[in-house]
């Protein structure tokens, strides 16, 4: 790694959205914690927290100019192990039935797995799509409901069961893109975007 690159490096960490999100990761085991230790007035709070933490980092990304490669990874990432950390203890604690936690568990583990495969022949990063955007916040909001009970409770499996359902429309448009890029990779090679004509025949005697 060179200077330059050390140097950028260095910078995005210290940037607040990136922070942030770091924070983030680095606090949800005491989430867990919480939620298996029963405290659940806390667990509520400190969900509720790291929620608008998630908000706060890509709205100041965005208006102070100081989006990163790092932030663009970092950010999902850890909202994905704080929904997944959330939802595994909240069910070892009755607070989320295994019906509706374990079809989310398994979404994120299988395009997890997916996503690292194709990385290695080149997918890149998986685009941040709206609906999936979209089922995060139903989950955020959901899940801090159902930590803290009753009558909470019934608007967040409602927020939970519409947030399920959003987060598998954005599976299949993930499943879209990478049926796509298999095939892009399957096609002979192309000029300009144009199939490459076919060899010519040898002349008939």
Do not use: C
Not at 2 to 8: I, K, L
């Amino acid at each position: 790694m060179d200077a330059d690159t050390g140097s950028r490096a260095g910078s995005e960490w210290r940037t607040v959205p990136n922070l942030l999100s770091f924070g983030r990761l680095a606090v949800t085991p005491v989430l867990g914690w919480l939620i298996l230790t029963g405290h659940t007035n806390y667990a509520g709070g400190l969900f509720g927290l790291m929620g608008i933490s998630d908000y706060l980092d890509g709205y100041i990304a965005r208006r102070t100019n100081t989006v990163t490669d790092l932030g663009t990874t970092l950010d999902p990432i850890s909202d994905r192990v704080l929904a997944m950390t959330a939802i595994t203890t909240m069910m070892m604690a009755d607070l989320l039935p295994l019906w509706m936690g374990i079809p989310v568990l398994l979404r994120d583990a299988v395009l997890s797995v997916v996503f690292l495969a194709l990385s290695r022949r080149g997918f890149g990063k998986p685009k941040v799509l709206r609906v999936g955007k979209t089922a995060t916040f139903a989950l955020f909001f959901a899940l801090p409901a159902l930590i803290l009970g009753d009558p909470l409770r019934t608007p967040g499996l409602i927020l939970f069961g519409i947030g399920g359902v959003l987060y598998y429309v954005a599976a299949i448009r993930y499943a879209q893109e990478m049926r796509h890029f298999l095939a892009d990779q399957r096609r002979p090679f192309t000029d300009h975007g144009h199939d490459a004509p076919a060899p010519e025949e040898p002349p008939v005697d």
